[in-house]
């Protein structure tokens, strides 16, 4: 147990779908993150919250859409995704944006 | 873009051997960390490094913080079957926000 908590652990979805996955961190820090992990790829930041504002956006597509309606809560928004997006999606949070790293157990994507 | 290059990229050990394992970058970094994921987990972190050659040890884990600060390794001594899982390396500039993680090394132990 990380203090970081993701919602669902395991998604499929069809590529007209609309689904979003959650992430609660019970650590009182105040930077968040989304990062994809696909397999035999180095995990690939896609955005940076501190203090609720995006501070980072890693060229990331607008199908993906992230939301942080507070420290403690981030969402990520996924509309009309490809086949190519299933991965491993992790959420973590750190104190602040030049603390180390605490990660989620991550939701599992499938998009078909 | 910044790059790390960690190696090997997988192993297989047997219980009780020690293993190392690195990463190197072109480039300088002020923090590097190693962490570790098992199936179905997040990467948990294992050490974290903030100076150039600081040696740090957690239990049967110890990583040093290369001289350059373009190269970081990790060591387990005495393996054991719960040291099994995908260690990634990551370098950090200005902090968290900027981390860049290697490839991972998959670690394999035959009991």
Same mark, same amino acid.
């Given at each position: ?8 652990? !395991? ?14 961190? !019970? ?21 940076? =919250? ?22 403690? !809560?981030?969402?990520? !928004? ?10 491993? =999606? ?23 | *873009? ?35 994921? &098992?199936?179905? &987990? *997040?990467?948990?972190?294992? @050490? ?10 957690? *239990? ?19 393996? @054991? ?13 200005? *902090? ?12 394999? @132990?035959?009991?």
């Amino acid at each position: 147990e990380t203090g970081v908590t993701q919602t669902p652990r !395991h998604l499929v979805m069809g590529m007209t779908n609309k689904k979003s996955l959650k992430c609660e961190q !019970h650590l009182g820090h105040n930077a968040m993150y989304w990062y994809k992990q696909s397999a035999k790829k180095p995990l690939e930041l896609m955005f940076v =919250y501190n203090f609720k504002e995006q501070t980072e956006n890693n060229s990331v597509p607008s199908r993906f859409s992230p939301e942080c309606p507070n420290s403690s !809560h981030l969402f990520l !928004h996924l509309h009309t995704l490809q086949p190519e997006d299933s991965a491993l =999606y992790l959420c973590a949070s750190s104190r602040t944006e030049n603390e180390k790293l605490f990660f989620g157990s991550g939701t599992q994507l499938s998009v078909l | *873009g910044q790059q790390l290059n960690q190696s090997p990229q997988s192993m297989f050990i047997q219980e009780g051997e020690d293993v190392s394992m690195n990463c190197t970058s072109s480039s300088i970094f002020n923090t590097w960390l190693w962490y570790k994921q &098992e199936p179905g &987990e *997040g990467p948990v972190l294992l @050490i974290a490094l903030y100076k150039a050659g600081e040696l740090t040890s957690n *239990g049967r884990l110890t990583a040093q913080f290369g001289i350059t600060r373009k190269d970081s390794f990790l060591n387990i001594s005495a393996s @054991i079957p719960s040291d099994v899982g995908i260690y990634f390396c990551a370098g950090g500039i200005q *902090g968290a926000q900027k981390l860049v993680f290697g490839q991972g090394t998959r670690l394999t @132990i035959n009991p």
